[in-house]
T-cell receptor, first 114, second 111 residues
């Protein structure tokens, strides 16, 4: 019974490249959340998706960042034209009901922009 | 806006001692959760306390919640070197499932 799977675990990109981060939720979970953790800080909410819909993207930067959760397949967080400030750990959480008490976190993807 | 604020930011103790971390938050909550994060790793859920609860225990962990002061504390008793990690409190925002995390307390337990 696999938990939330994120890949890759580590990603290195040069400035200007695109980064694609994948999150496979717990089987049967239709609610996905993305969080970003800058070095030495807590996690900050980015976006909440429910199958094929973006419910809340209030924490997403307005430019270069996008997220999707298609009917089939993993949720994708896409960062275009990465800059050094995008270097962070990106965590995905999934929930069966959209309740915070039932969220399971993945191990995260550590993005380094060089 | 940052919901949870934790103190101390860093704590260093000897094995066997107790460690207390505090968390304050700004808005009303349904529940508060504590997580642990080992260096460079993911989050491990430790304990959840609901807004109508005042205290909760789980093994060597004791969590208190004071909704009048909008604060919570996490006590780890008889600490071990393996408890070395960062500890975060997180509150829910409304019924969206979104969690608001504090900045965390970095705990070092010296053997």
């Amino acid at each position: 019974n696999a938990g939330v799977m994120q890949n890759p675990r580590h990603l290195v990109r040069r400035r200007g490249q695109e980064a694609r981060l994948r999150c496979s939720p717990v089987k049967g979970h239709s609610h996905v959340y993305w969080y970003r953790q800058l070095p030495e800080e807590g996690l900050k909410f980015m976006v909440y998706l429910q199958k094929e819909n973006i419910i809340d993207e209030s924490g997403m930067p307005k430019e270069r960042f996008s997220a999707e959760f298609p009917k089939e397949g993993p949720s994708i967080l896409r960062i275009q034209q990465v800059v050094r400030g995008d270097s962070a750990a990106y965590f995905c959480a999934s929930s069966p009901t959209g309740m915070a008490t039932e969220a399971f976190f993945g191990q995260g993807t550590r993005l380094t922009v060089v | 806006s940052q919901q949870g604020e934790e103190d101390p930011q860093a704590l260093s103790i000897q094995e066997g001692e107790n460690a207390t971390m505090n968390c304050s938050y700004k808005t009303s909550i349904n529940n508060l959760q504590w997580y642990r994060q080992n260096s460079g790793r993911g989050l491990v859920h430790l304990i959840l306390i609901r807004s109508n609860e005042r205290e909760k225990h789980s093994g060597r962990l004791r969590v208190t919640l004071d909704t009048s002061k909008k604060s919570s504390s996490l006590l780890i008793t008889a600490s071990r070197a393996a408890d070395t990690a960062s500890y975060f409190c997180a509150t829910d925002e409304g019924n969206t499932g979104k969690l608001i995390f504090g900045q965390g307390t970095t705990l070092q337990v010296k053997p």
